[in-house]
């Protein structure tokens, strides 16, 4: 038991760790602070071209759609860093980890803007209309409210994915959270850091979690 608590709950080593993780930690927020509005804005403009009519765009949105959400987001940001240099294109850790993760969220941010939007009656449109809305104001003012809080939580489900998602960062050498914790715990040889770094990743998103079952539980009824 002692053996235990001393490799995985050593206050002394996470003490000692903790300035490492916690400049992890900002990086994380940071890179959280830049996908995270970069896929809403970026799904919600895919979304209102996939529902073009013109068939030929809107089919070519759904492709492009359907294959960003099929490739795994790790063999993305892998190609993005390691063969685009190949190709002549040279990313940072950290933009190449924002583009992968832009093209993969907004993917599915697409997704269920598209879906939140068709929940909404085609009524709805042409009552806006008669008020003398055009297009585009009916959906500003009166289509993307309503879509927006019929899947709020599952654009929330979905934005609890991508701050879980910047843990593979690491694989590009970006000292994030865990990247910081697993330096720790290779110079103390101690797996203290990483249970903190799991610690760290709770505390932020259990609140989150209970809330969205909340909402859930609310939507749902």
């Known amino acids: 038991m002692n053996l235990f608590l001393e490799s995985f709950f050593n206050f002394q080593i996470m003490s000692e760790a903790s300035p490492l993780l916690i400049r992890g930690l900002g990086t994380t927020a940071m890179l959280c602070a830049v996908v995270i509005p970069l896929g809403l804005i970026g799904g919600l403009t895919v979304a209102l071209i996939a529902l073009s009519s013109n ?4 089919w070519s949105i759904i492709a492009l759609i359907d294959f960003f959400r099929a490739v795994p987001p790790l063999v993305l940001l892998i190609f993005i860093y390691s063969g685009l240099p190949f190709a002549g294109i040279e990313l940072s850790p950290f933009t190449a980890v924002c583009v992968g993760f832009f093209l993969n969220n907004s993917a599915y941010y697409a997704e269920i803007y598209r879906a939140g939007i068709e929940s909404v009656g085609v009524g709805q449109m042409e009552a806006a209309r008669s008020t003398g809305l055009n297009n585009i104001r009916a959906m500003v003012y009166v289509i993307l409210p309503q879509a927006t809080r019929n899947v709020l939580p599952d654009l929330l489900s ?23 914790a697993d330096m720790a ?25 209970r809330m969205l079952s909340k909402l859930e539980h609310k939507v749902g009824h």
């Open 55 to 58: 068939p030929w765009l809107r």
């Open 158 to 180: 979905n934005t609890i994915e991508v701050v879980k998602l910047t843990s593979i960062a690491s694989v590009v050498a970006l000292q994030e959270l865990l990247y910081s």
């Open 185 to 209: 715990r290779s110079v103390t040889y101690n797996s203290s850091p990483i249970v903190m770094a799991a610690g760290i990743y709770l505390l932020i998103l259990w609140p989150v979690v």
